[in-house]
């Protein structure tokens, strides 16, 4: 199949929605599917490319959370449709309703995927648990972009059923982002910087949903708070608090963007991984670590598709509270033999949300989609 993917950012490192692009991309070549994409960037054999929208007052906002909007320029966009045989959108913005529009003119097939959750934008406007607020965002996706398609993949069960309460009258398809091979059982002995320490890992953007900060706050009600290291692999708006209210521990935590080997070689070493974000569709950077051998401590939140891969009870904390999360680091710390057991659990578990799994669903959903443009 010729496959267009539309989507503003792409060539990024810092953005879980590109980087899964990437990943899907590379992954349907591999089995002979032609993949381009439509987004920011200049023009290559396999890039159609789109200047960024300047909008004024908000660029800097933009910016700071690692993202751009897509300035439409409908030549581009009309050869790019007119390449491909569907076209994949996703995100809910200026650049996929007007490429629909042309996508339709054309009658071609093609399907969405709904990667932004409205807690994603809310957040950054303090009003991350506002009902109203988040359920008229909802609302406005649906209406604009969402049920002008026919499939749409969500990430998760959980995004599925959000989606579905809402009212979108798409056919949803939950397939999973999926994590790569060689995310697989790995164990390192600690490097000279971490001997007699015990590393704990978090992975994702730094932002106020992510909640970075209450796991530094856990520390300080942990009974090992003298020996953990914390490890942040991110960047984000909440760098410069984050360092400062790191700065009240034994060990300050270490921040820091990090290519996929060293990713690896940092969960190799780690003792617990720990997720306590309130807001997740998904959180690929989990199914990562704990594939490697780690075993993830989680937040519970009502919001939050993460939760799912808990094995049990001890793999959860009561969301926002950091004395719950110490308790349960804790007790993981407490029980060597325990965590070791679990490890391997963990690990094994992983292996339904290999990528392989991922893109025969995900060529299912656009095969699905084609033939019903036929009829």
């Known amino acids: 199949m010729n496959i267009l993917f539309v989507i503003d950012i792409y060539n990024t490192h810092s953005n879980g929605t590109s980087i899964s692009a990437q990943r899907f991309a590379e992954e349907l070549g591999k089995r002979g599917h032609d993949v381009r994409i439509l987004t920011i960037g200049e023009d290559s054999d396999d890039i159609y490319g789109l200047k960024e929208l300047y909008l004024p007052f908000f660029m800097g906002i933009i910016h700071k959370h690692g993202f751009m909007y897509a300035k439409c320029d409908e030549q581009k966009i009309r050869k790019a449709v007119e390449w491909a045989e569907i076209v994949h959108f996703f995100f809910p913005f200026f650049l996929t309703n007007k490429t629909k529009k042309i996508v339709d003119e054309l009658d071609k097939p093609s399907t969405a995927a709904f990667h932004v959750q409205p807690q994603n934008i809310t957040s950054s406007l303090m009003a991350g648990k506002s009902d109203w607020a988040n359920n008229l965002i909802y609302k406005i996706f649906r209406k604009v972009t969402y049920n002008k398609f026919g499939h749409v993949h969500v990430p998760s069960e959980f995004m599925g059923?959000?989606?579905?309460?809402?009212?979108?009258?798409?056919?949803i398809h939950p397939i999973s982002n999926g994590?790569?091979?060689?995310?697989?059982?790995?164990?390192?002995?600690?490097?000279?910087?971490?001997?007699?320490?015990?590393?704990?890992?978090?992975?994702?953007?730094?932002?106020?949903?992510?909640?970075?900060?209450?796991?530094?706050?856990?520390?300080?009600?942990?009974?090992?708070?003298?020996?953990?290291?914390?490890?942040?692999?991110?960047?984000?708006?909440?760098?410069?608090?984050?360092?400062?209210?790191?700065?009240?521990?034994?060990?300050?935590?270490?921040?820091?963007?990090?290519?996929?080997?060293?990713?690896?070689?940092?969960?190799?070493?780690?003792?617990?991984?720990?997720?306590?974000?309130?807001?997740?569709?998904?959180?690929?950077?989990?199914?990562?670590?704990?594939?490697?051998?780690?075993?993830?401590?989680?937040?519970?939140?009502?919001?939050?598709?993460?939760?799912?891969?808990?094995?049990?009870?001890?793999?959860?904390?009561?969301?926002?509270?950091?004395?719950?999360?110490?308790?349960?680091?804790?007790?993981?710390?407490?029980?060597?033999?325990?965590?070791?057991?679990?490890?391997?659990?963990?690990?094994?578990?992983?292996?339904?949300?290999?990528?392989?799994?991922?893109?025969?669903?995900?060529?299912?959903?656009?095969?699905e989609a084609i033939e019903d443009n036929k009829k």
């Open 161 to 171: 059923n959000e989606l579905k309460k809402r009212n979108y009258t798409a056919k």
């Open 179 to 367: 994590i790569q091979s060689n995310f697989k059982w790995m164990k390192r002995a600690k490097s000279p910087e971490f001997e007699g320490k015990i590393l704990i890992m978090m992975v994702g953007r730094l932002t106020k949903e992510k909640r970075q900060d209450i796991l530094i706050n856990a520390v300080t009600h942990s009974k090992y708070g003298d020996r953990i290291q914390l490890i942040f692999a991110g960047t984000g708006p909440t760098d410069k608090m984050l360092h400062r209210l790191g700065k009240k521990l034994n060990h300050p935590p270490i921040f820091g963007y990090y290519d996929q080997q060293e990713l690896m070689d940092k969960l190799a070493q780690s003792d617990l991984y720990v997720h306590a974000s309130d807001m997740e569709s998904e959180a690929i950077s989990c199914i990562e670590a704990f594939a490697t051998g780690l075993v993830p401590v989680i937040s519970d939140s009502e919001l939050s598709a993460t939760k799912q891969f808990a094995l049990d009870e001890r793999s959860l904390f009561q969301a926002g509270s950091p004395e719950d999360l110490a308790r349960k680091i804790d007790y993981w710390l407490d029980n060597p033999e325990e965590k070791a057991k679990m490890e391997k659990r963990y690990s094994e578990s992983a292996a339904k949300y290999n990528i392989d799994n991922s893109i025969t669903q995900f060529e299912a959903m656009l095969q």
